[in-house]
């Protein structure tokens, strides 16, 4: 099992540009999430999907938009790239609830 | 307001020294605390939770509801628990986590 994948791992944007990163999850958990984690600032909820066909905001969901497209795959999409998006992106999924959560390895993405 | 602190962003012990990490939590309700951590180049892992009541690479953790503290402990300090921890609160009946801001552990020679 691959557990949580992310593409692509590195990425660079100009400012207006859009993107979307994808994520994928074969452990038939119910619950996916994205976060971005910048220095001195830990890991902040972007969005997440409790279920298949449900999406919610998080802490920080200003300039991004996302697609639970089904239950294996998530994908975070940023329309207008700014500079203050600059950041490690990380996707995890859960069996929902409380349970544990299980990470990706990350997407660097700077916008100059 | 719900909130995980950690205060300390860096921690340097020397091998074989005590470790104590910090996490204070402010939730109204009956939480689940939870360690990540992040070894370096590695994804983000759970180390432990609190209501396992396990010890992981030798690192426990106890609830203190009357502190709201889950400090993470390990009484002597390995080169290789050098990485990036993170304190994790989930509240019941939330499928969101709240994470605290990080502290970074080295362990020198």
């Known amino acids: 099992n691959a557990g949580v994948t992310q593409t692509p791992k590195f990425q660079v944007l100009k400012t207006g540009q859009s993107m979307t990163l994808q994520c994928a999850q074969d452990?038939?958990?119910?619950?996916m999430y994205w976060y971005r984690q910048d220095p001195g600032m830990g890991l902040r909820l972007i969005y997440y999907?409790?279920?298949?066909?449900?999406?919610d905001k998080g802490e920080v969901p200003n300039g991004y938009n996302v697609s639970r497209l089904n239950k294996r795959e998530f994908s975070l999409r940023l329309e207008s790239a700014a500079p203050s998006q600059t950041s490690v992106y990380f996707c995890?999924?859960?069996?929902?609830?409380?349970?544990?959560?299980?990470f990706g390895p990350g997407t660097r993405l700077t916008v100059t | 307001a719900q909130r995980v602190t950690q205060p300390e962003k860096l921690l340097s012990v020397f091998k074989g020294a005590p470790v104590e990490l910090k996490c204070n939590y402010s939730?109204?309700?009956?939480?689940?605390l939870f360690w990540y951590v992040q070894y370096s180049r590695q994804r983000l892992q759970l180390l432990l939770r609190?209501?396992s009541r396990e010890s992981i690479k030798g690192f426990t953790a106890d609830l203190n509801k009357g502190e709201t503290s889950f400090h993470l402990k390990k009484p002597f300090a390995q080169e290789e628990d050098s990485a990036m921890y993170y304190c994790?609160?989930?509240?019941?009946?939330?499928?969101?986590?709240?994470f605290g801001t990080g502290t970074r552990l080295k362990v020198l020679a």
């Open positions: 995890a999924s859960s069996g929902g609830g409380r349970d544990e959560q299980y």
């Open positions: 452990m038939n958990h119910n619950s």
């Open positions: 999907s409790a279920s298949e066909g449900t999406t």
């Open positions: 939730y109204s309700g009956s939480p689940e």
């Open positions: 609190h209501i």
């Open positions: 994790a609160l989930s509240g019941r009946g939330t499928y969101k986590y709240i």
